[in-house]
């Protein structure tokens, strides 16, 4: 297949989407490490998997291939091990997995009958079917015969050969191609390849110079809110329930009986009337809310939930001891829903457990989940201000137009960074819902 430096040159401009399909993947790698310690193996694997297609993702229906077959699933684990220095190890880390769902889109897009991760999770798919076919169309201009590996001679050639990739030759320097090399045989194999770029696409998360304003990038439940977005997304798209944002305007008033019930906790809580509640005041209010929880808020793997969903709700970066003000509080509650919803470790935990017994608890959480998915419509994490006005125009109401507007784009964007996770959204959506208890607005 003989591809133009113009095709390079796109993909390397479609990094930010291949990133979103990447974060996706690892928030379902987040999901198979059942117990957290950043390696899976086979059995790991299969059972997650298998649970993740039972749930929706790929049982079969509307065309979509069956649930992934074992014997492919050893093929493309084994396949993928070699790619970490350890070679003995019986595991795989998040990387590899990466690696092992490309290979698994390869083998269905040969046989259709094929059921693998990669194949199943592009079913229906366009952004993860679109992330994938660019990775392989990368690979395949520099092994334009499709041998299964290119050398250093074939990846300075097709470097040398035009004067339209600047930013290709920018991003694959000599000293790429060596660090792609990780067998040093003198040439890159298909998963060398995409082992290297699942690191480089998303190197920005790994800046160790980050101050701690950008804690949500190592917070280890941000993966699993991920995961949990699009669980959601996928559930309501089974219901074919119809989301859109004049719609959810139209429940605000069912949505703040619920936060009406959130503030009042909250100011119990709030003992010296600061406005804010601490770590430990912020546990008896979470056991207030759990109502039936039997004793669950016990034991130290809650004491650490907590904690992780406080720092991702602690959104002005007050820390654990000045707490948590009432729509962080808010936000907290809506975090530790959409976790529960994920399953795994965190079915039942915290506040998610409320909405098992109580309807309008839930219909709201799952209003602002709904409200938050259509803007981030691939359920990757964030979205940003070209994705709000999409939605925006699509929605097709004055009422949704008057909302959203430029500077609620600025209510939304606390960090400044472009992009709009799902606390932030919570954030400012619990604002947009209570704005006529005030007169500020």
Not at 252 to 276: A, M, Q, T
């Amino acid at each position: 297949m003989s591809l133009s430096f113009y095709s390079n040159r796109r993909i390397i401009m479609r990094f930010p989407k291949i990133k979103s399909v990447f974060d996706r993947l690892r928030a379902i790698y987040v999901r198979c490490d059942k117990d957290s310690d950043g390696e899976v193996d086979l059995d790991d694997l299969y059972d997650a998997m298998t649970e993740l297609f039972n749930e929706g993702r790929g049982d079969g229906t509307d065309g979509r291939r069956g649930s992934i077959e074992k014997r492919v699933l050893q093929r493309t684990f084994s396949s993928c091990r070699t790619l970490e220095d350890d070679e003995s190890n019986t595991s795989i880390k998040v990387n590899q997995f990466i690696v092992m769902v490309v290979i698994g889109f390869i083998l269905a897009e040969e046989d259709k009958d094929l059921s693998t991760f990669g194949g199943v999770l592009a079913s229906g798919d366009d952004a993860m079917r679109g992330a994938l076919t660019d990775l392989v169309t990368a690979y395949l201009s520099f092994d334009k015969t499709a041998k299964g590996y290119f050398t250093s001679d074939e990846f300075t050639e097709f470097m040398t050969t035009s004067t339209r990739a600047e930013e290709a030759k920018l991003f694959f320097t000599d000293e790429r191609f060596q660090a792609m090399d990780k067998s040093t045989d003198g040439k890159v194999t298909f998963e060398e390849f995409v082992y290297a770029l699942s690191k480089w696409v998303s190197d920005d998360e790994d800046d160790d110079d980050e101050d701690d304003t950008t804690n949500r990038v190592k917070n280890p439940l941000t993966p699993r809110i991920t995961l949990a977005l699009q669980l959601s997304k996928s559930v309501l798209d089974k219901q074919k329930k119809e989301i859109n944002f004049t719609r959810i305007i139209m429940r605000f008033p069912k949505i703040h009986n619920v936060f009406d019930r959130i503030i009042k906790v909250h100011d119990k809580y709030d003992l010296n009337k600061d406005g804010r509640v601490q770590l430990p005041e912020l546990t008896d209010a979470i056991k207030e809310l759990m109502a039936n929880s039997k004793g669950e808020a016990q034991d130290s793997d809650f004491t650490k939930q907590v904690e992780n969903i406080f720092m991702l709700s602690d959104l002005d970066h007050h820390g654990l001891q000045e707490g948590l003000d009432v729509k962080e509080f808010i936000v907290f509650c809506a975090v530790g829903f959409i976790l529960a919803e994920a399953g795994g470790k965190s079915v039942k935990l915290l506040t998610g457990q409320v909405s098992d017994v109580d309807k309008e608890y839930r219909n709201a959480m799952m209003d602002i989940v709904g409200a938050y998915l259509t803007f981030d419509t691939d359920g990757k994490g964030y979205f940003t201000s070209d994705e709000m006005h999409a939605a925006k125009s699509d929605g097709g109401s004055k009422d949704a137009g008057n909302l959203l507007t430029p500077d609620r784009w600025k209510e939304l964007d606390i960090d400044r960074t472009g992009r709009i996770d799902f606390e932030e959204f919570v954030h400012a959506f619990s604002t947009w819902v209570t704005a006529g208890d005030n007169d500020d607005e």
